[in-house]
């Protein structure tokens, strides 16, 4: 099902036509016409890691010579098909980018050639709409997404629209910060979705996951108390270390609703839900405190939030759903990072290997994050 298909080099490719957009380009890097990438025809094929065509950037468009790229659990599910909303095909996933701009279409005015940009889920959208006019972009309807219907940053060359292109400092760890641009904003803008105060209790369900291990580091800076729960080898040691104060392990707790109350003095304030797990997220309407929010963050495909209404009522419960994050919350939820408040446990795997990346996930045996490097 995984299995990775190493084609041998393809013809060399036509010299394509220079097009106006592209003369921008510094030959000092030398941008060559193929490259590395992962590639699927159909949902659930052969992920091919073979030699693509470099994309050209439109007028709009810079194009970063990935250097790493996270491996969210939105790849996966953009591999599978199982969301109801249909890739673009063949895709090239990846959507946690983090390279050097090497060339910009003829409107690019916010990056120059050399600078640090990151690719993420939010392509693009209409800008014209009211949600985009209110900094709603990613619930644009016309929102394009890397790695889904745009290909994304599992190849060395990628191309990126220059307004959502994430800025990144010069000298950042590109592979640190590789994470940051989807887990990263993701669980900072849920966690600034669940309004929570200081001193509170939140549940992190999913808590060493990619998202998880970001959002318990977030909630810690933001001065919360953070209670996690997963499953698994050495999951409790990675919360720990994410400054995580009470890990509820689901494979062995059973009688969670109880633990995870007694264990926060009557339920967390709010619970960001990052698994992909309906009996988790539909569990969390149950053990979160009277007046509590239930973030919905996790897309396990085809589900549904259960909460009991009379309860709901009684409890006076919110649930809401959490988006990634508009481009402020992206400039905000990097500048925790430059400043230290988080690091992204991380794992280097070279660009090759995501068949692999994709099967541990799957089975829910991966710590923290993957990232991929490209030039392997
Ligand atoms: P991941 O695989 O890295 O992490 C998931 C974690 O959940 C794992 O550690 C796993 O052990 C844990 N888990 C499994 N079952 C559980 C249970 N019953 N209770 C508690 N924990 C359990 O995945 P990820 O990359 O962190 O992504 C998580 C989900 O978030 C995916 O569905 C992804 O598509 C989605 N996502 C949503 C947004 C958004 O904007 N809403 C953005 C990015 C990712
Ligand atoms: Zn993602």
Request: proline share 4%; charged share 20%; hydrophobic share 40%.
């Amino acid at each position: 099902m995984f299995r990775l298909a190493r084609a041998r080099a393809c013809a060399p490719v036509k010299t394509a036509s220079i097009s106006r957009s592209f003369l921008r380009l510094n030959s000092s890097f030398g941008i060559p016409e193929t490259q590395k990438g992962v590639i699927f025809y159909e949902n659930g094929g052969e992920l091919h890691y073979k030699d693509i065509a470099v994309p050209k950037p439109k007028a709009n468009e810079i194009l970063v010579n990935v250097k790493y790229s996270g491996v969210c659990h939105t790849d996966l599910h953009a591999w599978k098909g199982d969301w109801p909303l249909p890739v673009k095909l063949p895709l090239v996933g990846g959507h946690e980018g983090a390279g050097i701009v090497v060339a910009k279409g003829e409107n690019v005015q916010n990056f120059e050639i050399g600078d640090y940009a990151g690719i993420k889920w939010l392509n693009g959208s209409c800008m014209s709409c009211e949600l985009c006019e209110q900094g709603y972009e990613s619930n644009c309807l016309k929102a394009d997404l890397s790695g889904y219907t745009h290909d994304g940053s599992f190849q060395q060359y990628a191309t990126a629209d220059a307004v959502q292109a994430a800025q990144i400092p010069k000298g950042t760890d590109l592979a640190q910060i590789a994470p940051i641009l989807c887990a990263g904003v993701t669980v900072y803008k849920a966690l600034k979705t669940a309004d929570l105060k200081p001193g509170q209790w939140v549940a992190i369900s999913g808590a060493a996951g990619g998202l998880g291990s970001l959002a318990v580091q977030y909630a810690k800076a933001m001065g919360l108390r953070v209670l996690g729960i997963d499953g698994g080898e050495g999951k409790e040691e990675l919360f720990k270390k994410c400054g995580g104060e009470v890990f509820i392990d689901f494979t062995k707790t059973k009688d969670m609703v109880s633990a995870i109350q007694e264990a926060t003095n009557g339920g967390p304030h709010g619970v960001i839900n990052v698994s992909v797990s309906e009996a988790a997220i539909s569990m969390s309407t149950e053990y979160v405190r009277p007046t509590g929010v239930v973030v919905l963050v996790g897309l396990p495909a085809n589900a549904y939030v259960k909460s009991e209404v009379f309860s709901h009522v009684i409890k006076s419960l919110s649930i809401k759903g959490s988006y990634v994050g508009n481009r402020a919350d992206t400039r905000e939820a990097t500048d925790f990072f430059t400043r230290g408040l988080v690091k992204s446990p991380i794992k280097i795997i070279g660009l090759s290997e995501l068949p692999e990346a994709y099967e541990l996930m799957e089975k829910g045996k991966i710590l923290g994050r993957l990232v991929v490097d490209t030039s392997k």
